[in-house]
Nanobody, 123 residues
Framework: QVQLVESGGGLVQAGDSLRLSCAAS????????MGWFRQAPGKEREFVAG????????DYADSVKGRFTISRDNAKNTVFLQMNSLNPEDTAVYYC????????????????WGQGTQVTVSS
């Protein structure tokens, strides 16, 4: 019933910007917290950014703070990740995730996941 679909990944050069989208269906949109995670080859899945349900409180990993921005469009049931000043360390598969009400930095706390979208940043 619940489905998350990411889009917007691609191949870019260092210093470029990219905007990821995650369209959600099958859930009470404003009651769910949304998160972005990423996983690079040979590494664990890590938290990138989060947005709480109800009050839209944002949370960012230190590695992306000041460069990435998470937001949501309630009319379209879509969450975005605006990524600026990209560098090769940002190369990973990016996943959208959802859980009820409260945000979290831990991926096991999330109930629903998208299929992922590849972001590759060349030097």
């Amino acid at each position: 019933q619940v489905q998350l679909v990411e889009s917007g990944g691609g191949l870019v050069q260092a210093g470029d910007s990219l905007r990821l989208s995650c369209a959600a269906s099958g859930l009470t949109w404003r009651s769910y917290a949304m998160g972005w995670f990423r996983q690079a080859p040979g590494k664990e899945r890590e938290f990138v950014a989060g947005l709480s349900g109800g009050p839209s409180i944002t949370d960012y990993a230190d590695s992306v703070k000041g460069r990435f921005t998470i937001s949501r469009d309630n009319a379209k049931n879509t969450v975005f990740l605006q990524m600026n000043s990209l560098n090769p360390e940002d190369t990973a598969v990016y996943y959208c995730a959802a859980r009820y009400k409260y945000g979290s930095r831990r991926y096991p706390d999330y109930n629903y996941w998208g299929q992922g979208t590849q972001v590759t940043v060349s030097s």
